[in-house]
């Protein structure tokens, strides 16, 4: 905006010069006056006031830099198409450069840093804890309480979102209650889209089995079949009277059931914690009698129970538990019809812990973004404990610092239920340091993200359910997951993480950084020609009524700089440079200290080269006895100066680095450009001479020109080496303006 005013100012000055200088007489061009009062006709007058007018619209042009819009949207289309190669779609263009700003990414856990593929590998039921081969549970199974297995039975097979498919025959739950079952995803949200997993005949006697459903139903499901359930008995001999489908608040999903002698069982599946505090028994396996199978928890098994639960957790696995109830009756029927399923006194059957492990170099991705002054922080439904060990797995959390308890009060691992207790004041204090946010509600991470927000953060924020439409809105990006994710949560969002992994994500800030990075190239060479043509075409107005660049050569110019160099410098790659740089914030200046500084050097030496050959080019040239020497003297200043700006456009490819050169051979596009424009230029000069107002010029020419516009590289290095003065970016602005 500063230069685009400056050159509006001068173009103004221009166009009073020239006029006074034309009405007064001093603007000569054989030695007479160009205008003379009764002798000049009018028609002569006016078209020397539209030659003077269209030499002060082209300054207007060249001046304003409206060709950054065009490098914007150059380098964020094409950065969107390779982002789009790295399984990243972007829904909103300014996102891309956003991105490469963000300070801190906050990523759920399920399917984002690990796989999203469950495993039932430990389980702990009748009162001990099992880890390994599912045979081993089944064989503690067999010959115990018939009870017992078919309360387990029930629990797994008709408490589910999941469906089994055996053969030709589908196996699902007799009653779907709005299209969805209930569901035990813990992770954060609601179950979207649905995957299917195959069981191999080697890996259970029920040959050509597949699974469907949500990952962590799959696992269940998968376990169950592993342990002996037959899930097509167990179907046909249970009714399904009433569904309570899970609910992301309170953890859990519940479900009543009319067995074949009419008894009645509510099964109640979600996080273990949870569950556990809804029991007050617990089935002891080592009894065959049924009367004797439910025992009451003391205080001591309930630690025992807690114990276990915590070290699944610790070893980052995801905990379920399994509890139920007998009703008799009508005892909670309500009026309409419906049943209010018992939440207390019940009694735990088991604990199941899935592994769901990390993805392939996702601690690498963390390494890579943490490098890159990006703060990872996790917000996640799962339990704090397997939160932490996903956490310190991945490299979120460092050892060092790491509280190894599942103590909700860890300065960097907090719950949701602490995290909503705090005041605003403890907020803004304590929320700088969290990195881990476990038994997260969409609530918190909504308050999670406007915290960090009021804190000067640019956040990221990854999310896959509808419940988080709202933060992934509230958030400076938005990520949602292309596979698990709803339409609602990818219509929220402004960037839709194709493969659910983490490590796109940090190829998405690597390409945002890129953008900003190659907006900034393009602006200090941009702005390069705006300052030299406004300085010369000015003080040539001033000194000699007349300006050295013609409309059209001036427009020439104003092509190379605003397509062609946009088209070149906004379509380099990113390096892994811009991963070792802090990111740049929301207030820091677009033109940096060190940007203004190579401007300068090189806006001066153009200056002082192309004033240089304007007023004494014809002698220093030697061109006095050619008939034609001020037309050649025109046509070196105007070669030298496109030629300049070709050689400084290398030196924009590097703003900070002193080799120039650096990964120049592998921007095959900006070379094809580069040689482009010089053709071009040879055309220009050589071919169009009416067209231009050129004249052709020898080899000896050339090679002035050649070498006048080559000492850009060596006085850009010279800038490099000579120390930048100490006076911040927005004092000189300051100044400026007052």
Known sequence: NLVGKVGLSVALMVLVILVVFYFTGRSRTDGDPEFQAGVTSPTQVMNSLVHIFSIVVTIVVVAVPEGLPLAVTLTLAYSMRKMMQDNALVRRLAACETMGSATTICTDKTGTLT??????????????????????????????????????????????????FMGSETCAPQVVVDGHGPTTSSSDNVVVGRSSRRIDSDETDSSGVEVSGSPTEQAILWWGIKIGMKYGDVK?????????????KKKRAGVLVRTKDGRLFVHWKGAAEIILSMCDKFAELASTDESTMEQPISVEKRQQITTAIEDMANSSLRCVAFAYCEVTGDQYREQDETWVLPQEELTLMAVVGMKDPCRPGVKKAVEIVKDAGV???????????????????????????????????????????????????????????????????????????????????????????TNDALALHEANIGLSMGIQGTEVAKESSDIIILDDDFASIVKVVRWGRAVYFNIQKFLQ??????????????????????????????????????????????????????????????????????MWWNLAFQAVYQIIILLTLQFQGVKILRLSGSPDAELINRTIIFNTFVLCQLFNEVNARQPYRRNIFHGLLESRLFIGILVSTIILQVVMVEFLENFASTIRLDWQHWLICIIIASFSWPIALLAKFIPIPNIPTSNFFKVMRH
Do not use: H
């Open 525 to 594: 060479f941009q702005l390069t020609v705006n300052v030299a043509a406004l300085v010369i075409n000015f003080v040539a107005a001033v000194t000699s009524g007349d300006v050295p660049l013609t409309a059209v050569q001036l427009l020439w110019v104003n092509l190379i700089m605003d397509t062609l160099g946009a088209l070149a410098l906004a379509t380099e790659k990113p390096t892994n440079e811009l991963m070792k740089r802090t990111p740049v914030g929301p207030n820091e200046p677009l033109i940096t200290k060190k």
């Open 115 to 164: 796989t999203n593929q469950m495993t039932v590998v430990e389980a702990w039921f009748g009162g001990k804890s099992y880890a390994g081969p599912p045979r081993i549970m089944m064989e503690r199974l067999k010959d115990k309480s018939s009870q017992l297995r078919s309360l387990m039975y029930q629990g797994i097979a008709l408490n589910t979102t999941g469906t089994i």
């Open 375 to 465: 703060v990872v922080r996790m917000v996640t439904g799962d339990n704090i404990g397997t939160a932490k060990a996903i956490a310190r797995e991945c490299g979120i959390l460092e050892l060092s610092t790491m509280d190894l308890n599942t103590s909700s009060s860890s300065s960097s691992c907090v719950e949701g239920w602490a995290f909503r207790a705090w005041t605003e004041s403890e907020r803004v204090e304590r929320v700088p340091k969290l990195r881990v946010l476990a038994r997260a509600t969409p609530e918190d991470k909504l308050m999670f993200v406007k915290t960090l927000q009021s804190l000067g953060e640019v956040v990221a924020v990854t999310g896959d359910g």
């Open 236 to 248: 046909e001999g249970n009714t399904i009277l009433q569904v309570e489908t899970f609910n992301s």
